[in-house]
């Protein structure tokens, strides 16, 4: 399966730790954070990847070339300008393949994704979200997403406290291709806000409960916590 992994973002919430550096590219033990996400999936035999880029795109380009010292092969998608996590997506429409492993560059969930390809190929429908349970593992990240018995997301809210709230998005996602073609070409679009709304309303965005919590570098103190345990 293609691997497409979001890289674009500014990641404001760093800059007083980072600088300049693109988020995918803050160090951890000496190397990216991006490094992390990129050996995980060549240890797992994943081989085509897109790297959706924006802010110092060439940064990142001049780091990760065409991937082949890192064991994978690389292609690019460049945002002309910030199109939300949907829209980035939609640029690269002439890159992706039919179904597609989607990954944040800022977040590291170390599971094996070929679980989760085989549980939304099995599925039929048009997203798998992969969910961590707090109460298991807590990610230091509030409940946002709602699950009914069979499995289905029913919710999916950053902003609320309900209790029904159980599960917290992992930043890990199989999608189909052709969940994006109502979207227009261009169009800013987040697909947490615009598109997750009316896949869950037609019951097409499953979850996939991880028992391994993920670790992400959205903040200083969770890029601590990162450096912490690298060390």
Not at 119 to 139: A, P
Not at 140 to 157: L, M, S
Request: aromatic share 10%; charged share 20%; with cysteine.
């Amino acid at each position: 399966m293609q691997v497409v992994i979001l890289a674009g973002g500014l990641g404001t919430r760093l800059q007083s730790v980072t600088g300049p550096l693109p988020k995918p590219l803050v160090p951890v033990s000496g190397r990216p954070f991006l490094e992390f996400i990129i050996a995980h999936l060549a240890a797992q035999d994943f081989r085509r990847v897109i790297l959706l880029v924006g802010h110092r795109a060439e940064a990142i380009r001049d780091h990760f070339g065409d991937g082949s010292r890192f064991g994978i092969g690389i292609q690019y998608a460049q945002e002309p300008s910030l199109l939300g996590t949907g829209g980035a997506i939609l640029n690269a429409w002439d890159l992706l393949e039919e179904e597609f492993l989607l990954l944040y560059g800022d977040s590291l969930l170390p599971i094996d994704y070929r679980a989760v390809e085989r549980s939304f190929r099995g599925g039929l429908c048009s997203g798998l979200l992969v969910v961590c349970d707090n109460l298991i593992s807590e990610t230091g990240v509030r409940n946002n997403v709602a699950v009914d018995q069979d499995g289905f997301v029913t919710c999916y809210e950053k902003t609320s406290a309900d209790p029904s709230l159980r599960y917290v998005d992992a930043g890990v996602l199989c999608l189909a291709r052709d969940a994006f073609r109502e979207v227009a070409p261009g169009a800013v679009v987040s697909m947490e806000n615009d598109l997750f709304p009316k896949w869950i309303a037609q019951r097409q965005l499953r979850s996939y409960l991880s028992p391994q919590r993920f670790f992400d570098i959205g903040t200083p103190g969770r890029l601590q916590e990162f450096v912490a345990l690298r060390q």
